[in-house]
C-alpha cells in the first residue's frame, strides 16, 4: 500500500517538474528574442555580439547556444516569423487577392514598414505633354488615390496625395496648411484660375459644391476650410509650384482669413 502511495505520488509529481522545465525553457527562449530584437534595432546586427545578446537576456552566452546556434540563426527566426505573419495578413485580405500586382507589392511594403503616413503615389506626367495626356494622366492619379483610401485598414493612418499635373493653368491647384490663431493650421485648397465667368458668387458656389462632393471621401479636418483662386501660382526657379511662397502672399493679401 505505502510503495503504491510513492508509486502515485511519483508519477503526480513528474509532469509538474517536466512542466515547469518546459516554462523555464519557454521564458528563457523569450527573453534571449527580445534581448536580441532590441540590440538588433539599438546597434544593428553586425555589431551585436552573442555576448551583448546573453548579458541583456540575463542568462551565461553558453546557454544562448543551447536554443540558437549562431547569431545569424536569431535573424532566420525573426525573418521567418515575419513572413508567417505576413502570409497569414495577405491571406485574410480579400481586396489584396484582388488587386493589381503593383497594388499588392505596395501593399505588402506598407504592412511590413508599419507606417504612420503613407502617401498616394501618382502617375509622373511626361514632360512635354498634351493637355488630353496630362489630363488622362491626372484622372489615373486620383483613380490611385481613391483605392489607396478604400484600402486603408486603419483610421489613424495619414495619406497625402502626390500629384504633379501639368503646365495646363486650369488644372493647376495645391492643398496645404494656412496658419490659424486657434488651431494653429487649417487645411486650404489654392486653385490656379477662376471657375467659369470669375464672378465672386460663381466662385463661392464652386467652392462649396467642391467641398460637399468631398465629404463621403474625407473627414472633417482633411476637407478644405478655404478655397482661394489665384490668377496666376508662384513657381520655384525649376518651374514647380511654391507652396511656401503662396501661402505668404494669401496670409499678406486676406486678413480675414479663417480664426
Known sequence: MKREKERKGGKAAAP?????????????????LRAALDLFA???FYRTTTKAISKKAGIAEGTLFNYFE??????????E?????????????????????????FGIIQHLLDSDVTMAFDECTRYPASEQEV???MRRSMRWARRCRAARRRPELCQFGIVQGGVYAERRFFVGPLPHSRLGHVVIMVIEGEPCDGAPD?????????RTSLR?????????????????LLETLTGKIDRGANIKRLVAQHSGLPS
Open 135 to 137: 489630363a488622362e494622366s
Open 202 to 210: 460663381t466662385a463661392a458656389a464652386f467652392a462649396t459644391a467642391l
Open 16 to 32: 509538474k517538474r517536466r512542466g515547469k522545465r518546459v516554462e523555464n525553457k519557454e521564458n528563457t527562449r523569450r527573453a534571449i
Open 42 to 44: 539599438e546597434k544593428g
Open 81 to 105: 516569423e515575419s513572413l508567417t505573419e505576413l502570409i497569414e495578413w495577405y491571406q485574410g485580405d480579400r481586396g489584396m487577392k484582388r488587386a493589381a500586382l503593383p497594388e499588392k507589392l
Open 216 to 232: 463621403p471621401a474625407l473627414t472633417s479636418y482633411e476637407i478644405p476650410r478655404q478655397i482661394f483662386f489665384v490668377s496666376q
Open 70 to 79: 549562431t547569431k545569424e540563426d536569431l535573424a532566420i527566426y525573426f525573418f
